[in-house]
DNA sequence: CTTATACCTCTAATTATTAGAGGTCTTTGC
DNA sequence: GCAAAGACCTCTAATAATTAGAGGTATAAG
């Protein structure tokens, strides 16, 4: 299994539905999780639209915008027209943002790829399943309980189902 | 009659109809018609998003953004996105675009409005209703001749059928 | 515990830009 | 003169970001 993206969307899912982004994360550095969930994004991603971000981090365009106009307020990100195709936005961090998101503790995400990466193939595809599971779970109305998870499943079964 | 900005539109679309705008003004200050007609917009209405010269010259928002990249590009005109509604976006004259603007011949417009507004009332009602019909018959492509103009008609009928 | 404040989040509407296609006019080469 | 090329003009449809408006949650203050 190549991109551990995936795995790592599904943590996010799991974050925000089971409010941790907002209960554990907000006293740290002075940012809510949705603001450090962006502010990583654009860190990682490097000169990324605001489009993007909001494919990454799994929120509306209007959402991350909003969340932008609150960073840039605080002088943390800042934003950048695309000169190639005016209808862009680039976002980028600011010194202060950076230096901010350095201190700023990661417990989930922090060494994570690596160590990811270390695992068995069939062992990481059954963790992701797993997340996916429990992911889905939680933004499901109705939780189906039946279909038990198996190592032939998982294996077989690559997609799953999009947000509602 | 208070505005008689709709003669004018009522004017312009007549010189577009009859391909006055490119025959007759391409030569002069190396403008062709329409830049003319959107860089006269910009100066006589101020501060102008790009909607709004897209409503006064009756063209569409598209055709308006490339004819102003060609004035921007030759330092005529220059934009500035509006801080309060970031959407927006304002045109400018340069000093340069002014320059030409101010040496480039106006015969249609040249105190016009200054004449048009000392005559009587019926007058300037009789002359937009007539610019309106003849503009309407450029663009229809059915060109019903029958129902000819009567002073009593004129003043009844304030509307006219917007282009199809 | 209630109220106020500050976030988060969404959908729908708005504004400008770009893509793509088709047209006209002017210039250039023969 | 005439054909071809290049530069405009113009449109509709698609795309990108923002805003408006509404509803929800969490934190702070009384």
Redesign the pocket.
Known sequence: MKNYEQVLVALRRVI?AT?L???RL??HAG?????L?IMRTIRDLGEV????I?EN??????????????LELRKLVY?V??????????AHLTEDGADLLARAPNPLQEDFIEKFQNLAEWEQTMILASLQRVANMMNADDIDASPLLTVGSVLKDDGWKE?S
Chains 1, 2 share one sequence.
Do not use: E, F, N, Y
Not at 31 to 35: A, H, K, V
Not at 49 to 52: A, L, P, S
């Open positions: 925000r409010d982004h907002s209960k907000s006293k940012l809510t999780g949705p603001q969930l639209t605001i489009g993007t909001a981090v799994s929120l509306s365009q209007a959402t991350v915008t909003t969340i932008l106009d609150r934003r027209r695309s000169t190639k195709d005016k209808r862009k936005v680039h947000k």
